[in-house]
């Protein structure tokens, strides 16, 4: 049975810290020094790690920590037929693969269900589930088939949709879609959207989309303000917006004081691109700046952003923090 | 024996080879060198560095290791500039005498530290007093330290290097506009920046080419002007005094740019630094048979100096270290009379070598490796270089460029002008450095490294040669964005 979820529900944006460990052996499985069994293994011990580490955190919704994936990209480019891949093209595995589309993609399950199983099998938290969008995808697997990138997107959309209905089915109520390209193609936005809709359509789950600006190596891949999302972005059929605040300062804030009530908001309160660790009163006090804007009943707290980048002990705390934080401000709304 | 040839340029190398076999030879005959020492040695005739260094005509340096090995390694170092004839002989018994196993206690001539780390050695000590005391040095030696550079002036001022570096960051600006993600402050920085002339001429430059297309960047630039000495700060103001309205001067660690600038993190767009990676604190690793060590020095006066310095100076030779001391701290003022202590600071670094010994990593558990970078991603980088390689770790640029990196706004570049080996191969072509530059110390970067820390942190590294000026022997390391 879940356990109910408090107001200001608590929950990360998708991967946890990667540990040293882990990247050396991944590292030693592309040079050929481990079986694909050993390091499914591995992973499976990895997730479970970072599952208990969420849960001891306090945080309400969890992840796998997507500790199976080398990046956001290649993931899912290797799962998808019609996808060609240069496995010789990757030093760490962390670098994005040369991969590419030559001909229409064909529909076949990709094989993301099992992960939700595996997640949904060693928590009794609500669980989430992340998937990387169709415009992210569009832009890092070279289009050499479709017209144009946006029927490129819109293509991947319907090939990924029926895995999504069938994560929904296995019982997942609450699927993220990453969208961080967003932020760097402002232009784009509009079949952006339209390709998220078509991802999306039928799936019978709670829907965020998480839009940030890039998380590469730890960084930013790019700088701006929100402002370009409003109003394309209401068109998008989710249920939920997943943004940076902490970073970027919270300024952004204010231009989602009119936000439609079927959006909630998604507010990050936790700098993953640096290793200083907020204090609990540093999230209460960015969560109230929110609370200003938006309703409590409509908020959700997590970090800018996924915690690959962060050791391990940083993002414990990070997230620690972030809860002990929710909780103040939970206090205060009681009274 | 294992005779290393790498760089020998001058036409006498084939014979001051042959002397040195030789005589390698005929010492192992008489019985001076025993046969299981002869085995395992390893003769190194050249070294590519500043001609004023640290090095003795002839040296050894042996390895320890808390776990004897039969085979450690024993090498002898020969700087074929300083041998003269006749001389050779004697210097290589002289040294042998020092590699015994066990060790002698040490050179001959007054020790000033014990073993340790290059980066903690008090050659550094030295070096910092040079840039916080440099109007001093300046004086009494009566040259600029511009003047000791190769060529008399650094390469950093050259306009046409110049006039490139505003264009792309021109270009840059203009694709950021073109994109709605230009920035309201466009944030530059120079680290280390002498006297001001290259920021004077980048602000010049900048100025013109906004103004030639109209593009009204100017007023929104905020230029920072970085160096770890106020003194080096003030002397560089008057060359940016048409620009004082957008300049700011900062002092700042350059090992840690981001300690003092932590509120401009992903907001500068353009940082340069010229000859300041060369200079700062660094060590050195070798691995021989598969074995990775750490080289260790120690610093000393060699007797004969020592001897001299005391008469001149009137300072008993047994307070030399103490009083080196007391100058490293105070600065020369600390020996009552200024000039007196101008004169020893400078006999004494003129005069001061350094002894090596190779140290297993096995027994410096403790040792870290700067950067973030993990023993494992050594390893890494080490699986592609050629097995017996001695090279800088370059401590400080690996500290500098890792916390210099996330200053940069996500679609910023860092450029810096030095003297770089650009990969572990090129160490076989020799070994570079350090040397002295005038008061200061001057080292070869490990580009290789970098490169590696910057493929970690988000950043492909290239590096450029200096085309700008015939015979120059820096490149331009830039970075770019990696996806």
């Known amino acids: ?168 089915k296995a019982g997942a109520r609450f699927i993220q879609i990453d969208e961080p390209c967003y932020s760097g193609f402002p232009d784009d936005l509009a079949w952006g959207v339209r390709a998220l809709n078509a991802l999306v359509e039928g799936v019978e789950a709670k829907i965020a989309v998480h839009i940030c600006y890039g998380n590469r190596y730890g960084k930013p891949s790019w700088e701006g303000s929100y402002q370009y999302l409003l109003p394309r972005i209401l068109d998008a059929k989710v249920h939920q917006l997943t943004l940076e605040f902490a970073r970027r300062g919270g300024e952004d804030l204010q231009l989602f004081r009119e936000l439609p009530a079927r959006f909630e908001l998604g507010i990050g309160v936790i700098d993953v691109k640096t290793q200083a660790v907020e204090t609990p009163d540093l999230v209460a006090e960015r969560i109230r700046k929110a609370l200003a804007v938006i309703p409590a009943e409509r908020i959700f707290v997590l970090p800018d952003c996924g915690c690959l980048h962060l050791p391990r002990d940083v993002a414990f705390a990070k997230l620690s923090a972030m809860v002990e934080g929710t909780r103040l401000v939970r206090k205060e709304l009681k009274h | 024996m294992i005779v290393q040839l790498n760089h020998l340029q001058k036409k006498s190398a084939a014979s001051t080879t042959k002397e040195v076999v030789d005589t390698f030879y005929s010492l192992l005959e008489e019985g001076h060198i025993e046969q299981e020492q002869f085995a395992r040695l390893r003769v190194q005739l050249d070294w590519i560095q500043y001609r004023q260094n640290f090095r003795e005509c002839v040296m050894a340096t042996r390895a320890t290791s808390d776990v004897p090995q039969q085979f450690s390694p024993l090498e002898v170092h020969i700087d074929t500039r300083q041998v003269t004839p006749g001389s050779l002989r004697e210097a290589i018994l002289r040294t042998m005498g020092n590699a015994a196993d066990p060790p002698l206690p040490g050179p001959e001539g007054v020790l000033l530290e014990n073993f340790r780390s290059f980066r903690e050695s008090i050659a550094w000590g030295f070096n910092r007093l040079y840039w916080h005391r440099l109007a001093d040095w300046e004086q009494f030696t009566g040259r600029g330290y511009e003047q000791a550079l190769p060529g008399g002036k650094s390469d950093a001022n050259h306009p046409a290097a110049v006039a490139d570096c505003v264009a792309d960051f021109w270009t840059l600006l203009r694709d950021l506009e073109n994109r709605k993600q230009l920035p309201e402050e466009l944030f530059v920085m120079e680290i280390g920046v002498g006297m001001g002339t290259r920021s004077g001429l980048w602000l010049d430059r900048f100025h013109a080419l906004d103004r030639e297309r109209g593009s009204s960047y100017y007023p929104r630039l905020k230029f920072l002007l970085g160096d770890y000495s106020l003194a080096t700060l003030e002397r560089s103001r008057p060359a940016v005094k048409e620009h004082l309205d957008l300049c700011s001067f900062v002092v700042l660690d350059a090992l840690n740019p981001l300690k003092n600038l932590a509120f401009l993190r992903h907001k500068i767009l353009h940082i340069h630094l010229t000859n300041v990676y060369d200079n700062l604190p660094d060590e050195e690793f070798a691995r021989r048979d598969g074995r990775l060590y750490a080289v260790q020095v120690r610093a000393y006066i060699p007797m004969a100096d020592a001897q001299r310095i005391s008469r001149h100076l009137e300072i008993p030779e047994a307070e030399i270290p103490g009083t080196v001391n007391r100058l490293v701290e105070g600065g020369p003022d600390y020996l009552s009379d200024r000039r007196r202590g101008l004169a020893f600071w400078q006999e004494v670094w003129k005069a001061m070598r350094l002894e090596e010994r190779l140290v297993n990593l096995d027994d410096l558990p403790g040792i870290s490796i700067p950067g973030d970078l993990r023993a494992s991603q050594l390893e890494d980088v080490l699986a592609q270089a050629p097995s017996d390689v001695r090279f800088h770790l370059s401590s400080g640029a690996l500290e500098s460029f890792h916390n210099t990196l996330p200053l940069l706004h996500p679609r910023g570049f860092l450029q810096v002008q030095d003297i770089f080996v650009t990969n572990f191969n090129e160490y076989r072509l020799g070994f570079h450095g350090p040397g002295k530059l005038d008061g200061s110390i001057v080292n070869w970067v490990n580009g290789a490294l970098l490169r590696e820390v910057g493929e970690r942190a988000g950043y492909d590294v290239h590096f450029a040669p200096f085309h700008y000026r015939k015979g120059s022997k820096t490149s331009i390391l830039y970075t770019t964005q990696r996806e």
């Open chain 1, 1 to 168: 049975m879940l356990m109910p979820l408090p107001i200001l529900p608590t929950t990360v944006v998708g991967s946890y810290s990667i540990p040293g460990w882990l990247e050396r052996l991944k590292t030693e499985f592309y040079a050929r020094r481990i079986s694909r069994r050993d390091l499914d293994e591995i992973h499976d011990t990895a997730v479970k790690a970072a599952i208990k580490d969420q849960e001891v955190a306090g945080i309400d919704i969890i992840t796998d920590g997507e500790l199976r994936r080398d990046n956001m990209i290649d993931y899912f480019a290797e799962r998808l037929p019609g996808v060609q891949i240069d496995h010789a093209s990757k030093k760490f595995h962390y670098d994005f693969y040369d991969s590419k589309v030559l001909g229409k993609l064909p529909t076949a399950p990709l094989g993301l269900v099992d992960d939700f199983k595996f997640l949904r099998a060693f928590t009794e938290r609500e669980a989430k589930f992340c998937v990387t969008g169709p415009h992210s995808l569009s832009k890092r697997i070279r289009n050499e088939h479709y017209p144009s990138e946006e029927e490129f997107a819109m293509d991947l959309a319907r090939v990924m949709n029926p895995e999504l209905k069938a994560i929904a």
